[in-house]
Structure formats: C-alpha cells, structure tokens
C-alpha cells in the first residue's frame, strides 16, 4: 500500500510519474486490456515470478471479457479506469470525458485512473482527481508499435528502468509480438537483481 507522502518525487501537475522511495521495486502496469488473445498469458507470466501489476483497463473490453477482469482480481492485481471507449481527452469535452469514465466505473472498481493516450487537459484532470490518483508512468515501452524491433523494446525499458519506476506495457493484439519477448526478460532481470513487482494499491481517504 503507497502512503500520499511516497508519491513526492517528479509529480507534474499532481500526477502520478513515479514512486519515490521505493527501494528495488518496479510497478509494471498493462494498458487497454482485457484481451482474450494476450492477457491470459501475461497474468501466467507474472504468476510465474510471483510478479503483482496494475491494469488499466477499457470499460467496454472489460464488459466483453468479465471472466478474464476477475482472474486479474483473483490474482492480486491492482486494476485502473482507463475509460469505456478509450477516448483522447484532447478531442474531447470535459464533460463527454467524464462521462465515459463514469460509465467504465460501474464495471472497474478502482481509485486508479489513466488517460488513454496520455492525453487529458488540465479540466478534465481537475475532475477527475476528486475520484482518482492519475497514473502515469516514467517508462513507455511502446511495446504497441510493431516497427519497434523486439530487442530494442526490450533494451529501452531495461536502460531507463530505476528503482520506483512505473513502466507501460499493453495486453492487446498489437503489442503482443514485442510483449511475448519483453515481459519474461524483464521480469528475469530484475527478478536476479532482487526487485520485487508491486500493484499500484493507494489507501482510499
Ligand atoms: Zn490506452
């Protein structure tokens, strides 16, 4: 469980980047899920390293795959909002946002929530942080990107990895190719070097 006081270091406009003072642990986190073709197997994977992640997941894919949202559950996995419909807060107004937030609420039990894309204006975050930690994250595998060569995918997150860090990686047919490669290695990796694997869990007010 992260206590307030924990969330100190590179916050931006109170959000979340990184978890300062977290020594030798890594919160790897999985954005758009549930995906029958790729989640399954990364929950077998983490299970394999006694590895806790976070899921941010879509409303409507959750709607579509509840069998799969309860395994993350029964796990002990942390899961986010991640909206329904996985709308670009840029495009968007404040209120058509919230709206679709408030729909994936009634199917994502959480105090977590991520823009899709990244992307949300600064009224859209004033709102949402009245219900929500926003989670953001310091490393982005891009994973999802499949011009990405596996290995170079792998090496950016091993090179700017640190202690704290929230790393991003996607359950979706897209990033299954570089995520079928990357997520063992990672996980070894630290794993050897003693880092332990955390669900994002804050204490609710
Ligand atoms: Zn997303």
Known sequence: MI?????AAKIFKDLVWHFAGCENELFLTFDDG???????W??????????????????????NNPEIYRQ????????????????????????????DIIKAKEFIKTNLFRPPYGRIKPAQSFELKKDFYIIMWDVLSKDYDESIDKQKCLNYVL????????????DTCKAKK?????????????SEKGFIFKAIEFETD
């Open 159 to 170: 090179n700017h990895s640190e202690e704290g860090s929230i790393i991003v990686f996607h």
């Open 3 to 7: 206590k307030k006081e924990r969330v």
């Open 34 to 40: 549930p995906t029958p073709e790729i989640t399954p």
């Open 42 to 63: 990364v929950l077998d994977t983490l299970k394999h390293y006694n590895a806790k992640a976070t899921f941010f997941c879509v409303g409507e894919n959750v709607l």
């Open 72 to 99: 993350i559950i029964d796990d002990g996995h942390a899961v986010g909002n991640h909206s329904f419909s996985h709308l670009k807060g840029w495009n968007t107004t404040t209120k058509s946002y919230i709206d």
């Open 178 to 190: 570089n995520l079928e490669f990357v997520l063992p290695k990672v996980l070894e990796h630290y």
